[in-house]
């Protein structure tokens, strides 16, 4: 598909996915911005379309992902930015709960632990715990995806077992 013809398929989804997006946020404003990082996604990963496949199907899954993406986003940061007179304040979770003294402990207990496991599988978790994403961790590790995927499985059955006192009854 040339570029000519890529930006005319895509732009003759603009009104669809507008709609899709409505839906996926039920705000209008949200909804735009969906819209137009979907479309600079779509432009800047064109080359990562492969040809005869469904591309209607290719854009709507890169606006899915996105909405999702960017909702996870949205629930791990938990802060919003409040204006007043032009400057902007973070302000977290009203409901801030301290941590109390045994869950220091636990914590301890907990990263103890996982420095026990094995390295085979104490690496993989450990880096997945730092944001690495499977298939980042796959490549640096030179593993294949699915040895990755299945340490850091196990070893969350691994901790859930020998953390089983810690958790909440």
Partial sequence: MTQVQFNNALMGLSDKLHYYALSLTADSEKANDLLQETFLKALTYRD????????KAWIYTIMKNTFINDYRRGIKTKNTFEGSTGDYHITSTRDKVYPSPDSFYSTREINNTIQDLEDDYRIPFTM??????????????????????????????????????????
């Avoid at 990562?48 to 591309?55: G, P, R, Y």
């Avoid at 997945?128 to 299945?150: C, M, Q, R």
């Fill in 128 to 169: 997945f715990l730092e944001g690495y994403k499977y298939k980042e961790i796959a490549d640096e590790l030179n593993l294949p995806l699915g040895t990755v995927k299945s340490r850091i499985f196990f070893t969350r059955k691994k901790l859930e077992k020998s953390l089983s006192e810690y958790a909440p009854n």
């Fill in 48 to 55: 990562k379309f492969a040809q005869n496949t469904n591309f």
